[in-house]
């Protein structure tokens, strides 16, 4: 069975500073990994996905992530963050021979200070 | 541009009423899905559809009901609610297998619901 860990429930920063959100999964076969945001009151969007080639992989809003297949890892990360990024940041992980289900982490919860 | 939409947004009801939360999507998705979400909580899966005609339970059991008559509609009922269900329920969608990025899902706003 598959599932994912998100290992810090929330991250407070300040403006400007870089961030990492940090991921990791367990799974006895491939995957493909995601991460969400979701801000107050709204559905999730996609941020960025690894399905395969290059380990690492840039999103939308300045944000990128490397896959690490060793650790089992999905880290996300952004050198400089907004205020407008305070939000909820999920990681999902699905099995690439599946039916397209997706295992969610426990969310982390970004703060951006001024 | 995903386009998936869920009605309503926010509702609060009274214990022992029928509701259908609506959800549609315009991009022709085969496969849906229907989450519940506590407040700072994960998503949990409670139903999902592959097709037209095709519904399953998800990983949390869950006392709501589904349906999936046409491709771009996938609402769900609860039969008698009760405070136990307040929560917010989000809808999703994604293209058949074989796409290449056929494990993308497209939320929805999502419902609020909040049982008296």
């Known amino acids: 069975a598959q599932s994912v860990t998100q290992l810090d429930s929330q991250v407070p920063v300040f403006e400007e500073a870089p961030v990492e959100l940090r991921c990791n999964y367990s799974s006895s076969v491939s995957v493909y990994l995601f991460w969400y945001v979701q801000y107050p009151n709204q559905g999730l969007q996609l941020l960025l996905k690894y399905l395969s080639g290059s380990t690492l992989v840039k999103g939308i809003n300045g944000f990128e992530a490397e896959f690490n297949k060793s650790q089992t ?22 099995e690439t021979s599946n039916t397209g289900k997706l295992i969610f982490g426990q969310g982390t919860t970004l703060q951006v200070k001024p | 541009e995903a386009d998936i939409y869920q009605t309503p947004r926010y509702l609060v009801i009274g214990t022992g009423k029928k509701i259908t939360l609506e959800c549609s999507q315009t991009m022709g998705h085969d496969k849906m899905y229907w989450y519940q979400q506590d407040p ?10 592959y097709g037209v005609n095709s519904t399953e339970k998800g990983d949390l059991s869950s006392e709501s009901t589904v ?15 009760r405070p136990s269900h307040t929560s917010q329920y989000l809808c999703a969608s994604s293209v058949r297998w074989g796409t290449g990025s056929s494990h993308e899902q497209f939320f929805g706003p999502g419902t609020r619901l909040t049982v008296l």
């Open chain 1, 73 to 94: 890892s999905f880290h996300l990360r952004k050198p400089s963050v907004h205020i407008s990024d305070t939000a909820e940041y999920f990681c999902a992980v699905s």
């Open chain 2, 40 to 49: 700072g909580m994960e998503l949990h899966l409670i139903h999902y559809s």
């Open chain 2, 67 to 81: 349906s999936r008559i046409r491709t771009e509609h996938f609402p769900l009922t609860l039969e008698s609610a």
